[in-house]
């Protein structure tokens, strides 16, 4: 047996799992509101505590 066990991690990535209607909202909001300038535009008025 000269296979390669698969780890916890690499079991994961290979199997396909659906996606939840979480998943897609978080990913759909990624895609439609722009982080950065959003963040930009809050940090003087709620500066983050590092």
């Given at each position: 047996m000269g296979g390669k066990q698969l780890g916890?991690?690499?079991y994961e990535?290979?199997?396909?799992?659906k996606r939840t209607r979480r998943e897609k909202f978080l990913n759909g909001m990624d895609q439609v509101v722009p982080w950065q300038a959003l963040m930009e535009l809050i940090e003087p008025r709620y500066p983050r505590n590092s």
């Open positions: 916890f991690g690499d990535q290979t199997t396909t799992k």
